[in-house]
């Protein structure tokens, strides 16, 4: 996912979209399959981190919900 959705950005943003999924997505989700992700799993991570910082908060779950549509548009997880 990274690559194809990194292919248009700027180097920066595909470098601090990669810090996002390393510091804060993947250490909270990391240990479930993409399709057993919940949406009670996504609200966890959003209250954990809006608790001090919102707007990386915000930009996570935008990230997630970029991702599961592309997942879901290539076949990867079920649409929806």
């Known amino acids: 996912y990274q690559k194809q959705a ?18 804060h997505i993947i250490p909270a ?16 991570l959003h209250r954990s981190l809006s ?4 707007t990386t908060a915000n930009r996570a779950v935008a990230l997630l919900h970029h991702f599961y549509a592309w997942a879901a548009k290539v076949g990867e997880v079920p649409p929806g």
């Open 6 to 23: 990194g292919a248009n950005r700027k180097p920066k943003t595909v470098a601090w979209l990669d810090a996002l999924w390393a510091r």
């Open 29 to 44: 989700l990391g240990t479930l399959k993409a399709a057993e992700v919940t949406h009670a799993h996504v609200r966890r």
């Open 51 to 54: 608790e001090t910082r919102p």
